[in-house]
């Protein structure tokens, strides 16, 4: 699939010749002579590569790369500013603004399609380096919750070990002769019934309420997310 790029230049001669470049050159191409125009098309078109024309009318390319880079809606987008001039500080200000490059008029055609295979790489870069981001702070979390699941599996084995240490010690007693003639029989039957309640207990509330991520006791793991 053809890369979109999106070209924002008040110049109709200027975007047909550049639009052309880039037709025969295989590109999808996007114009318009507003920068007002070109955001809400980076917003709803998807184009990640922006030709931007220095010198427009309401809104010239710096303020419209400013404007690009404080919109969320707006995906991570290659921006190349365009103009004659040739000041340096015309070039850092671009850079500043958010810009990824700087190309003065007229073109050479060739450095031209050079520089969109650059933005290009640029962009599957940026993307692949999000992915990688995301996938880390996923795996970060799963981490987490298994933490917190052998933390609250912890826990419950401390609750039920008490119960069962009650368990075995009167089932010994019962095991014991001796023990009929004293009537401790009863009292250590009274006593497990009382324990099996206790984990009984314990088990319907793992039934109602198994552990979910949201209500599992987490540790703080300071990882970036």
């Not at 995906?75 to 003065?104: C, Q």
């Not at 073109?107 to 969109?116: I, P, Q, S």
């Not at 029989?185 to 009274?190: I, N, V």
Request: net charge negative; charged share 20%.
């Amino acid at each position: 699939m053809p890369s979109r790029v999106l070209i924002v230049d008040d110049d109709p001669m200027l975007c047909k010749l550049l639009g052309a470049h880039l037709a025969t050159a295989g590109y999808d191409v996007i114009e318009t002579a507003s920068g007002a125009q070109g955001l809400t098309l980076l917003r709803n078109q998807g184009p990640r590569i922006a030709l931007v024309d220095y010198d427009m009318p309401v809104m010239n390319g710096i303020e419209f790369c400013r404007q690009v880079r404080a919109d969320p809606q707006i995906p991570f987008t290659h921006l190349v500013i365009m103009t004659a001039h040739v000041e340096r500080s015309l070039t850092i200000a671009a850079l500043d603004s958010g810009a990824n490059d700087f190309m003065t008029k007229p073109f050479h055609r060739g450095e031209l399609l050079a520089r969109l295979r650059a933005g290009e790489q640029t962009v599957r870069l940026h993307d692949q380096a999000a992915q990688a981001g995301q996938l880390e702070s996923e795996r970060n979390r799963l981490l987490d919750t298994i933490a917190g699941m052998q933390q609250s599996l912890a826990l419950l084995g401390q609750e039920l070990r008490t119960p069962m240490a009650s368990l075995e010690a009167m089932t010994q007693c019962l095991l014991d002769p001796a023990s009929r003639s004293t009537g401790q029989w009863e009292k250590s039957l009274a006593q497990m019934s009382l324990e099996i309640q206790r984990l009984s207990a314990h088990v319907d509330e793992l039934s109602a309420t198994p552990p979910t991520p949201a209500a599992l006791p987490l540790k703080a793991s300071g990882r970036a997310a």
